[in-house]
Nanobody, 125 residues
């Protein structure tokens, strides 16, 4: 059973930076599609960025391109999301998710079986 634990959220001012981490354990397969989703109050959960751990291909939502960077440290089994140039619109609960399917973008929430508990990111203007 894959377990995912996020950390690194917090409150920052617009223009600031944060790095989210997602520590994974219990992998049963050699490669996964790992995704950062976010959900703001009253909005649907949306994919922010994804990466295939077996090959490193990355995908981003247009709203975060050039500001966010997704990466995965294979030996540490840890997923990261480096966020810079944060905007109030980035305020949301951020979740990491894992799936054994090939990465596609935008990711479909129901396709992912493994989820972390979420970490809150709040950006003030």
């Amino acid at each position: 059973q894959v377990q995912l634990v996020e950390s690194g959220g917090g409150a920052v001012q617009a223009g600031g930076s944060l790095r989210l981490s997602c520590a994974a354990s219990g992998y049963a397969y050699s490669s996964y599609c790992m995704v950062w989703f976010r959900q703001a109050p009253g909005k649907e959960r949306e994919g922010v960025a994804s990466i295939y751990t077996g090959g490193g291909s990355t995908y981003y939502a247009d709203s975060v391109k050039g500001r966010f960077t997704i990466s995965h440290d294979n030996p540490k089994n840890t997923l990261y999301l480096q966020m810079s140039g944060l905007e109030p619109e980035d305020t949301a609960m951020y979740y990491c998710a894992a799936g054994i399917q090939i990465c596609s973008f935008p990711p479909v929430v129901r396709d992912y079986n493994y989820w972390g508990q979420g970490t809150q990111v709040s950006v003030s203007s």
